[in-house]
């Protein structure tokens, strides 16, 4: 298989602006990217992706008919977009706008202004993510591993396992909370757990600590998704013992590359 490169990707950009559209455009034409579409509306946007699936949405926050997070959590809600990359340009800072697209497994959030090079590193994040390496581990094959995934949040559940599928795992177990998880461990064997931090019932934090302290698999490879930001909360997940943390959004090549250290 060939490798994808910028020039390859057909990318949707959903922005109302005609001037933002021009300046996002000259970026992307700068950068390699010459199969550009633009629509002003998310709900003409939904509508081509159906008809004509791109690689790769970009969208403003504020559209005339709904918001990017709306776009976004409509695209997830349908099965033939649920695995199209998304990325967001936007000045907004609000965490009721952001946190829902963190859930959503976006490819970046770009500020206004951004740069090329943030661009540049996103395009890239996104052909990681079409096309990725595959997991070089010494000791296993990536198909022969048990993946336990923790999150109250299916579609957090599905961008995860889709992500950890791309790059060879084909064994996968799912629960909604730590609860549900400890019951899972009990009962069963795993390679590597992957969790949501903020879940209800027990948090990852929670589930971490019993994992460590009380299970039958206090040495398995556990990696954190959350999108908190407090710094105590960050300091007492790392105490609970973590093989690593990941912030949200986050790239396959980091999910590789960590995968291969802790493995």
């Known amino acids: 298989m060939s490798q994808?490169?910028?020039e390859q990707l057909e990318i949707?950009?959903?922005?109302?602006?005609?001037?933002q559209h021009r300046i996002i455009e000259d970026y992307l034409h700068r950068l390699g990217a010459v199969q550009l579409h633009w629509?002003?509306?998310?709900?003409?946007?939904l509508e081509r992706m159906r008809a004509h699936p791109p690689d790769l949405v970009i969208s403003a926050m504020h559209l005339p008919d709904m918001t990017g997070t709306e776009l976004v959590q409509?695209?997830?809600a349908d099965d033939s977009l649920l695995d199209t990359a998304f990325m967001?340009?936007?000045?907004?800072?609000?965490?009721?706008?952001?946190?829902?697209?963190?859930?959503?497994?976006?490819?970046?959030?770009?500020?206004?202004?951004?740069?090329?090079e943030q661009l540049r590193k996103a395009l890239l994040a996104t052909l990681d993510y079409l096309q990725p390496d595959p997991l070089q581990l010494k000791q296993f094959t990536p198909d022969d591993l048990r993946v336990l995934i923790v999150d109250d949040s299916f579609t957090s559940r599905r961008i995860v396992r889709q992500m950890l599928q791309r790059l060879g795992i084909e064994e996968f177990v799912e629960a909604?909370?730590?609860?549900?998880?400890?019951?899972?461990?009990?009962?069963?064997?795993?390679?590597l757990i992957v969790t949501d931090y903020n879940m209800p019932e027990m948090d990852g934090e929670q589930l971490s600590q019993f994992i460590r302290n009380h299970s039958t698999q206090q040495s398995v490879p556990l990696l954190m998704v959350t999108s908190?930001?407090?710094?105590?909360?960050?300091a007492g997940i790392a105490r609970s013992g973590v093989s690593a943390l990941f912030d949200k959004p986050f790239t396959i090549e980091t999910l590789r590359s960590t995968i291969e250290r802790i493995l």
């Open 176 to 191: 909604e909370n730590g609860q549900q998880a400890i019951e899972l461990i009990e009962q069963s064997f795993f390679d």
């Open 88 to 116: 967001l340009i936007s000045s907004e800072t609000g965490i009721r706008y952001l946190e829902p697209l963190r859930q959503a497994g976006v490819m970046a959030i770009l500020p206004k202004p951004f740069n090329l």
């Open 39 to 45: 629509i002003d509306a998310g709900a003409q946007a």
């Open 4 to 6: 994808l490169s910028i």
């Open 12 to 19: 949707l950009l959903v922005e109302p602006s005609s001037t």
């Open 74 to 76: 409509q695209m997830r």
């Open 228 to 234: 908190e930001t407090d710094r105590n909360r960050l």
